[in-house]
């Protein structure tokens, strides 16, 4: 799929007849007068590619889908749960992965230091030295020499600066600047996936947590059902097969619970790597708390919003400019390199003339060198630059298509999940009125046996439904929230809350302010993406 934010036209690669038609003619061409419309850079000039988004969403309809442009700066805020802030907050200064990506920042910018500095003279040196020389006198035109053996003292300087006239070096400023550009969007992507992941880590560490909970009440509930039936049955009342049923019953549920509490422990490790610290027991430090719940309606604002919203859709875009500069790279290959060649110093017999006016020398002039006869290397090397960006632009698409989806996956999950749990709340208060009642029928031996089974099973199903159902509404609005790109602005505003989930490891290398907020760049990108 070709995008027209790319214009290479055959001229571009003819530029030599161009510079010698100005010479003669003295007009100025087509591919000439968009060299000097450029800048006078050799390239196409980036523009933003086509964006695929859709106009509306698929539940636009439902009132409980708000288009008003909320940003989610502190979206964890909105579940009122103060575990989750403080295990956010907590990470947002201790995650690996957020360091690593912090570095990776300071590496762009240190890059583009260095992209700078080659628009200066390239090669700068200074040399000094003392050579003890001989000359031998036993070859034609020698024997005049009077002096075979003597010293040489060297002091100078060397200076070569290739002339930016195609632009080349302009051009991988302009890319090491959208890498920056890129690598900070990759911190901020980093930022909203890790706090995505523990909203939904907490979630089901809650979950597996209720889930617990539900198979020891039930275990107590079968407890009491077993005495009943060993009463009944060493009353004469009741045969053994009560007993032994009841006996199954209760097993089975005493197994569950440590296979639930299983799934709750590898969800406390998961926090503890998404936190950067080594595995602990979590729940010594948090507070008792329900499964998170979910808020009665979301902000989504609009899919075009995704293009400023999403850190990776971001990214993808300013990797496709930094992939276009390159090819301005490419081009200017197919041009001669002009450049000014220079060196002076002082060559002299003994170290006390060195710096005097007899031993100074010196030379400079301007040059080109020019790679020709190059069997279509050159022009194949701008044609498999123009495909890398062709396949940028593809991936930068392709990310707010994603982006959309996930949006849409989120939020089914998480209406769908509230209307589910409205009626299934109905159903678990009547199914636990109704195991109480069959307990006391049981009791009076106006009911079986197996029908107390039957409620109490049943019970227990609906009670662990509906906490599924709990869960995956959090989980579909932490997914939702996650999505819209929500949170990375926690790198401009800060996290005050007290994160004291654990001691501070002295042995990990805490970043500097720096990283998280590099330069006053930070904020005059953000002021461009708020807009």
């Known amino acids: 799929m070709q995008v027209n934010t790319l214009k290479l036209q055959p001229p571009y690669l003819e530029f030599t007849t161009a510079v010698f038609l100005i010479c003669i003619s003295g007009c100025i061409p087509g591919p000439v007068k968009e060299y000097w419309d450029n800048g006078m850079k050799v390239g196409p000039e980036y523009s933003k590619p086509p964006a695929p988004v859709s106009v509306d969403w698929i539940d636009k309809d439902d009132k409980r889908i708000r288009t008003d442009p909320e940003e989610h700066r502190k979206w964890w805020k909105n579940f009122n749960d103060e575990n989750l ?15 690593e990506a912090g570095y990776r920042v300071m590496t762009s910018r240190s890059q583009l230091a260095i992209a700078m500095g080659e628009f200066m003279p390239q090669q700068q040196s200074m040399q000094s030295g003392m050579n003890q ?13 009077p002096q075979n053996y003597y010293p040489q003292y060297n002091f100078g300087f060397g200076l070569l600066w290739e002339m930016d006239f195609w632009g080349r070096y302009r051009r991988a400023i302009e890319c090491s ?15 909203v996936t890790m706090l995505g992941d523990i909203g939904e880590s907490y979630v089901l560490y809650r979950y597996f947590e209720r889930l617990v909970e539900l198979m020891k009440e039930n275990e107590e509930y079968q407890k009491i059902t077993l005495e009943i039936a060993t009463a009944r049955f060493k009353g004469g009342l009741t045969s053994d097969l009560d007993v032994e049923q009841g006996q199954s019953d209760l097993s089975y549920t005493q197994s569950q619970i440590p296979l639930f509490s299983r799934f709750q422990r590898l969800e406390n490790n998961r926090l503890c790597t998404l936190l950067g610290i080594s595995p602990e027991d979590l729940g010594k430090k948090l507070t008792k708390k329900p499964i998170p719940l979910a808020t009665k309606d979301v902000a989504v604002g609009i899919p075009s919003q995704l293009i400023t919203r999403r850190p990776d859709v971001r990214k993808a875009e300013r990797e496709a400019a930094a992939e276009c500069a390159k090819i301005g790279v490419a081009m200017s290959e197919l041009f001669p390199h002009i450049y000014i060649n220079g060196s002076f110093g002082y060559n002299a017999l003994n170290n006390n003339a060195l ?3 007899h031993s100074f020398y010196g030379q400079t002039g301007p040059g080109f060198n020019w790679n020709i006869f190059n069997y279509g290397r050159l022009i194949n090397g701008v044609k498999a630059q123009d495909a890398t960006f062709q396949a940028s632009v593809a ?10 989806a996930e949006v849409e996956s989120g939020l089914v999950e998480y209406l769908k999940s509230q209307e589910a749990i409205k009626e299934m709340e109905k159903s678990v208060a009547a199914i636990r009125k109704a195991g ?4 006391v029928q049981y009791k009076a031996g106006t009911s079986n046996f197996n029908r107390v089974s039957v409620v109490q099973e049943k019970r227990v199903q609906r009670e662990l439904q509906l906490a599924l159902y709990q869960e995956a509404s959090a989980r579909g609005l932490v997914k939702v929230y996650k999505a819209l790109g929500g949170g990375w602005q926690v790198r401009l505003d800060g996290c005050d809350d007290d994160a004291n989930i654990s001691n501070d490891p ?5 970043p500097k ?6 330069v006053a760049y930070f904020e005059k990108k953000n002021e461009k993406v708020d807009k």
Do not use: H
């Not at 802030?85 to 360091?99: E, H, P, V, W, Y």
């Open 133 to 145: 020389i001989g000359l031998s006198t036993a070859v034609a035109n020698r024997q005049f020499i």
């Open 506 to 510: 002295k042995n990990l290398p805490l």
């Open 513 to 518: 302010t720096e990283i998280l907020k590099p």
């Open 177 to 191: 600047s959208d890498q920056l550009d890129s690598a900070i969007e990759n911190y901020d992507e980093v930022m």
């Open 85 to 99: 802030d403080q295990l956010i907050c907590f990470a947002t200064k201790q995650n690996l992965k957020l360091k």
């Open 436 to 439: 109480e009642l069959v307990i």
């Open 395 to 404: 991936r930068f698409q392709y990310s707010l298509v994603q982006a959309g």
């Open 355 to 357: 710096f005097t006016s």
